[in-house]
């Protein structure tokens, strides 16, 4: 671990109001958290910086009770705490306000603010008329302007973020943990939310500010923590750091060749798009992709990458762009045209959009293939079962019977049943999305030796992906999306972390054409 | 399927169980000629509940089966009144054809403007009987009015059964072959497992549910005429009530309300199972209201085995939600 900038907080007599010492937290296969430390201070915002898996949610996650650490110790004051359960955390004043904001569309947002803790009368029953109160005095201490009788599903966006951290508020709170609070607000809107971090600091509370924008950290942190797999990378004060060094501290490994990318030979033009655009999502997307080629897709989440792959497979309409396969024009209005025109996509989110688990393995295989071994509508099995055979055979998938019902398997053995199913279709063009998100390391090794041989065997690959080594080591070329636009297409000695990351958020930095 | 599978053979097991009970009390029940008797009485619910079956396996479901029966059953009964002399074939082809549009709209409605299927067919069923009620003003169709021929096809006997009943067995050989061997009938348990992943695969969601649609509407429409001849008379409200019993049969038979999960087999066996019920406790003598307790009971049973099976997929998903950390 290479520990660029770990000067410890330095005033001694101010002792932090909060502190991770040490934490550990394992999941199956990923170690989530390896002995990290954090620390906040009463009236100081501390920013928590670091690429997508470093860790940070995790954290988030351990402060408020949701996941009890497996070693490490939290520090209340000084003295050691633990928060079983989420109640525990919010009585001891650590609240979150949720990158994605839990509320009730139907309850009006004093019912909102106070729901679990409501304020009682003598009979036990809640005391509207307090709680009204209460809120409203919440709501004008953040200087947020909203009714506290009316329902929360007639408010914008903006006043349901104030709702949340009035809800936050609500409980006496000491550490307020805000989880990229302003990934979903307007420009006027976050210059009104770092009114409220200030109003906040002047209370004396101590704040998380988890956030991937640079400008944003800047402009408010008072100082910084940055994690990186899972570990404890430096921490410091905010007025001593350059932008460059907190972008080497969040990349700053070595790149291990744990990729065994394979030569292929990078053949014809297989893919056009040109002038890609959609209304809310993203512009002006151009790109080639050759036979043989793997195209990096990288940028920060809600970049807008799956968003753009989802529109070139049919599942949304672009407002305009075209498609050429092999030179050729295609329309491509629903996934079944895109699966006809040798493009498949294999989602993000393989649980919920992969495999059929009420279905057995054979079924699942050959459903996008069904028009191959089938006439006239009807399925010939005999052809599904060999269609079905051959794939799960060459992915080495291990089952007592092909007939077995997919949700029995095992995640991985799930895996190459949702990639058997893309291959039986014989595409051109295999969009892999964030293949080895959440699977552990040896299973990561498999799937980019996979991906390999599809290149190898003349598939074309896009593989969006937010793990740095994991683009460097896998793509001959890498296109960088932030804000649903294409920034740069980088390749050769031009690929570095550094430069990736630094256009992934944008950061304009002399002698770089960002 | 393992699960599914001994789901069936415990629904037979209870059905078998039910015949011996009622046996030891009157052995005449379990004679051949009264079970074919029970399975003829048994074939509107049978072929209802499989069209329902399709419907539940999209993540839908169709209360208007039986106001689609009744509206289709009338029509035909006009048409008979009408030109007494037209064929059955042309009466069960118009019957398949009414049902299917009916169906179709249900489909239609649910595809297109996206309503939740609970309440376009809650909608579709009143109004389905509100048309009856336009076209007759209330007034019955009574037996002396019907054509031989019509009341005489679904009881004429071939090979000791009547048409009802072959009609049954014909319905679900059909059915058996469309889910288990058709692109649409995999489409059916694609959309019905998972609505997401079949959109990847190509499979349009709302077109299935359409089909589905369409499926359950033109075998109520069979139904109906059937029903409506079977019975001699028609009214507004003939089978009032009867898409319950149709959706009890499904829940019976081990089809999942989440949709994706049931078979041909179980449905027939929930449908059986039911009209073993309420054919067998009126000979041994049982109130009424115990059929509709055991009926209850039934489905609660049913409904608990469902919630089961379920259950450990729920925990697969915590634990990958748990990986994506």
Same mark, same amino acid.
């Given at each position: 671990?290479?520990?660029?900038?770990?000067?410890?907080?330095?005033?001694?007599?101010f002792?932090?109001?909060?502190?991770?010492?040490?934490?550990?937290k394992?999941?199956?296969?990923v170690?989530?958290?390896?002995?990290?430390?954090?620390?906040?201070?009463?009236?100081?915002?501390?920013?928590?910086?670091?690429?997508?898996?470093?860790?940070?949610?995790?954290?988030?996650?351990?402060?408020?009770g949701?996941?009890?650490?497996?070693?490490?110790?939290?520090m209340?004051?000084?003295k050691?705490?633990?928060?079983?359960?989420?109640?525990?955390?919010?009585?001891?004043?650590?609240?979150?306000?949720h990158?994605?904001?839990?509320?009730?569309?139907?309850?009006?947002?004093?019912?909102?603010?106070?729901?679990?803790?409501?304020?009682?009368?003598?009979?036990?029953?809640?005391?509207?008329?307090?709680?009204?109160?209460?809120?409203?005095?919440?709501?004008?201490?953040?200087?947020?302007?909203?009714?506290?009788?009316?329902?929360?599903?007639?408010?914008g966006?903006?006043?349901?973020?104030?709702?949340?951290?009035?809800?936050?508020?609500?409980?006496?709170?000491r550490?307020?943990?805000?989880?990229?609070?302003t990934?979903?607000?307007?420009?006027?809107?976050?210059?009104?939310?770092?009114?409220?971090?200030?109003?906040?600091?002047?209370?004396?509370?101590?704040?998380?500010?988890?956030?991937?924008?640079?400008?944003?950290?800047f402009?408010?942190?008072?100082?910084?923590?940055?994690?990186?797999?899972?570990?404890?990378?430096?921490?410091?004060?905010?007025?001593?750091?350059k932008?460059?060094?907190?972008?080497?501290?969040?990349?700053?490994?070595?790149?291990?060749?744990?990729?065994?990318?394979?030569?292929?030979?990078?053949?014809?033009?297989?893919?056009?798009?040109?002038?890609?655009?959609?209304p809310?999502?993203?512009?002006?997307?151009n790109?080639?992709?050759?036979?043989?080629?793997?195209?990096?897709?990288?940028?920060?989440?809600?970049?807008?990458?799956?968003?753009?792959?989802?529109?070139?497979?049919?599942?949304?309409?672009?407002?305009?762009?075209?498609?050429?396969?092999?030179?050729?024009?295609?329309?491509?209005?629903?996934?079944?045209?895109?699966?006809?025109?040798?493009?498949?996509?294999?989602p993000?989110?393989?649980?919920?959009?992969?495999?059929?688990?009420?279905?057995?393995?054979?079924?699942?295989?050959?459903?996008?293939?069904?028009?191959?071994?089938?006439?006239?509508?009807?399925?010939?099995?005999?052809?599904?079962?060999?269609?079905?055979?051959?794939?799960?055979?060459?992915?080495?998938?291990?089952?007592?019977?092909?007939?077995?019902?997919?949700?029995?398997?095992?995640?991985?053995?799930?895996?190459?049943?949702?990639?058997?199913?893309?291959?039986?279709?014989?595409?051109?063009?295999?969009?892999?999305?964030?293949?080895?998100?959440?699977?552990?390391?040896?299973?990561?090794?498999?799937?980019?030796?996979?991906?390999?041989?599809?290149?190898?065997?003349?598939?074309?690959?896009?593989?969006?992906?937010?793990?740095?080594?994991?683009?460097?080591?896998?793509?001959?070329?890498?296109?960088?999306?932030?804000?649903?636009?294409?920034?740069?297409?980088?390749?050769?000695?031009?690929?570095?972390?550094?430069?990736?990351?630094?256009?992934?958020?944008?950061?304009?930095t002399?002698?770089?054409?960002? | 399927?393992?699960?599914?599978?001994?789901?069936?053979?415990?629904?037979?097991?209870?059905?078998?169980?039910?015949?011996?009970?009622?046996?030891?009390?009157?052995?005449?029940?379990?004679?051949?000629?009264?079970?074919?008797?029970?399975?003829?009485?048994?074939?509107?619910?049978?072929?209802l509940?499989?069209?329902?079956?399709?419907?539940?396996?999209?993540?839908?479901?169709?209360?208007s089966?039986?106001?689609?029966?009744?509206?289709?059953?009338?029509?035909?009964?006009?048409?008979?009144?009408?030109?007494?002399?037209?064929?059955?074939?042309?009466?069960?082809?118009?019957?398949?054809?009414?049902?299917?549009?009916?169906?179709?709209?249900?489909?239609?409605?649910?595809?297109?403007?996206?309503?939740?299927?609970?309440?376009?067919?809650?909608?579709?069923?009143?109004?389905?009987?509100?048309?009856?009620?336009?076209?007759t003003?209330?007034?019955?169709?009574?037996?002396?009015?019907?054509?031989?021929?019509?009341?005489?096809?679904?009881?004429?006997?071939?090979?000791?059964?009547?048409?009802?009943?072959w009609?049954?067995?014909?319905?679900?050989?059909?059915?058996?072959?469309v889910?288990?061997?058709?692109?649409?009938?995999?489409?059916?348990?694609?959309?019905?497992?998972?609505?997401?992943?079949?959109?990847?695969?190509?499979?349009?969601?709302?077109?299935?549910?359409?089909?589905?649609?369409v499926?359950?509407?033109?075998?109520?429409?069979?139904?109906?005429? *059937?029903? +409506?001849?079977?019975?001699?008379?028609?009214? %507004? =409200? &003939?089978?009032?009530?009867?898409? #319950?019993?149709?959706?009890? /049969?499904?829940?019976?038979?081990?089809?999942?309300?989440?949709?994706?999960?049931?078979?041909?087999?179980?449905?027939?066996?929930?449908?059986?199972? *039911?009209? +073993?019920?309420?054919?067998?406790?009126?000979? %041994? =003598? &049982?109130?009424?209201?115990?059929? #509709?307790?055991?009926?209850? /009971?039934?489905?609660?049973?049913?409904?608990a085995?469902?919630?089961?099976?379920?259950?450990?997929?729920g925990?697969?998903?915590?634990?990958?939600?748990?990986?994506?950390?």
């Open positions: 671990m290479t520990n660029q900038a770990s000067e410890q907080s330095g005033d001694p007599a002792a932090p109001v909060l502190s991770l010492d040490n934490i550990t394992t999941f199956p296969g170690k989530a958290l390896d002995g990290v430390e954090l620390h906040l201070y009463a009236g100081e915002v501390t920013a928590l910086i670091g690429e997508n898996g470093a860790g940070k949610s995790t954290v988030v996650k351990t402060l408020t949701i996941y009890q650490p497996d070693g490490g110790q939290i209340l004051d000084g050691p705490v633990h928060f079983p359960t989420p109640q525990d955390a919010a009585d001891a004043g650590v609240t979150a306000i990158q994605e904001t839990v509320l009730f569309d139907e309850l009006t947002v004093a019912e909102n603010v106070y729901i679990g803790h409501a304020p009682k009368n003598r009979f036990g029953l809640i005391d509207t008329k307090a709680m009204h109160a209460k809120t409203t005095e919440i709501l004008n201490s953040i200087g947020a302007p909203i009714d506290a009788g009316i329902k929360l599903k007639d408010l966006i903006a006043s349901r973020h104030l709702v949340a951290i009035a809800r936050a508020l609500s409980v006496e709170a550490v307020v943990i805000m989880d990229e609070p990934a979903a607000l307007s420009q006027t809107e976050i210059e009104e939310l770092y009114e409220l971090v200030n109003k906040l600091k002047a209370q004396g509370k101590a704040i998380l500010f988890i956030s991937h924008k640079f400008d944003e950290i402009r408010i942190a008072d100082r910084y923590t940055v994690f990186r797999d899972g570990q404890f990378v430096g921490a410091g004060k905010i007025n001593g750091v932008e460059a060094e907190l972008v080497q501290m969040m990349v700053g490994r070595a790149v291990e060749q744990l990729f065994p990318k394979r030569h292929a030979e990078i053949g014809d033009e297989v893919l056009k798009v040109v002038g890609y655009s959609h809310t999502e993203f512009e002006d997307i790109f080639t992709l050759r036979r043989g080629e793997i195209l990096g897709f990288y940028g920060l989440v809600g970049a807008g990458r799956s968003e753009f792959m989802q529109s070139l497979i049919g599942i949304t309409r672009p407002s305009k762009g075209v498609v050429r396969i092999d030179g050729t024009v295609k329309v491509i209005r629903s996934p079944a045209d895109a699966i006809q025109a040798g493009i498949v996509y294999v993000e989110d393989r649980g919920k959009q992969g495999a059929i688990v009420d279905m057995p393995i054979f079924q699942n295989v050959t459903l996008p293939s069904l028009h191959k071994t089938s006439r006239d509508g009807f399925i010939r099995l005999a052809e599904e079962f060999a269609l079905a055979r051959e794939y799960t055979e060459r992915l080495d998938l291990r089952a007592a019977s092909l007939d077995t019902n997919v949700g029995a398997l095992s995640g991985g053995n799930q895996q190459k049943v949702v990639i058997a199913k893309w291959l039986a279709t014989q595409p051109r063009v295999i969009i892999l999305d964030e293949p080895t998100k959440g699977i552990d390391i040896g299973s990561k090794a498999a799937v980019h030796d996979f991906m390999s041989e599809l290149a190898a065997q003349g598939l074309s690959v896009i593989m969006v992906s937010s793990e740095i080594p994991e683009i460097l080591g896998m793509s001959d070329r890498v296109i960088v999306m932030r804000e649903g636009r294409m920034v740069v297409e980088l390749q050769g000695d031009d690929l570095s972390p550094e430069t990736l990351v630094r256009h992934a958020v944008g950061i304009q002399e002698g770089d054409a960002a | 399927m393992t699960h599914l599978k001994s789901r069936e053979t415990i629904l037979f097991g209870a059905i078998l169980c039910l015949l011996l009970v009622v046996a030891t009390r009157f052995p005449g029940f379990v004679a051949p000629e009264n079970l074919i008797a029970v399975f003829t009485d048994t074939s509107p619910l049978i072929i509940a499989l069209g329902q079956m399709a419907v539940i396996l999209t993540r839908c479901i169709d209360l089966v039986a106001a689609n029966l009744a509206l289709t059953g009338m029509v035909c009964a006009m048409i008979n009144v009408a030109a007494p002399d037209l064929p059955v074939g042309v009466i069960l082809t118009v019957a398949l054809a009414i049902g299917a549009m009916l169906g179709a709209i249900n489909g239609i409605l649910v595809w297109k403007l996206n309503i939740p299927p609970i309440v376009v067919t809650l909608g579709t069923m009143t109004i389905f009987r509100g048309i009856i009620f336009l076209l003003e209330g007034k019955w169709i009574n037996a002396h009015e019907m054509s031989p021929q019509f009341t005489g096809f679904p009881r004429s006997d071939v090979l000791g059964m009547p048409v009802l009943g009609i049954a067995v014909l319905v679900s050989v059909v059915m058996l072959v889910m288990a061997r058709t692109t649409l009938g995999r489409s059916i348990y694609a959309v019905g497992g998972n609505p997401h992943a079949a959109v990847y695969t190509g499979i349009d969601v709302g077109k299935t549910q359409f089909a589905a649609f499926i359950s509407g033109m075998l109520a429409g069979l139904t109906g005429y *059937l029903w +409506v001849a079977r019975y001699s008379v028609a009214y %507004v =409200d &003939i089978a009032g009530g009867f898409e #319950l019993d149709v959706v009890a /049969a499904c829940v019976i038979g081990g089809v999942s309300i989440a949709g994706g999960a049931g078979t041909v087999v179980g449905t027939l066996l929930g449908a059986l199972f *039911l009209g +073993v019920v309420k054919n067998a406790l009126p000979v %041994v =003598d &049982i109130s009424p209201f115990w059929q #509709l307790a055991i009926s209850g /009971a039934a489905i609660i049973i049913a409904v085995f469902n919630a089961q099976s379920g259950r450990s997929k925990r697969v998903i915590l634990k990958s939600a748990e990986h994506a950390q």
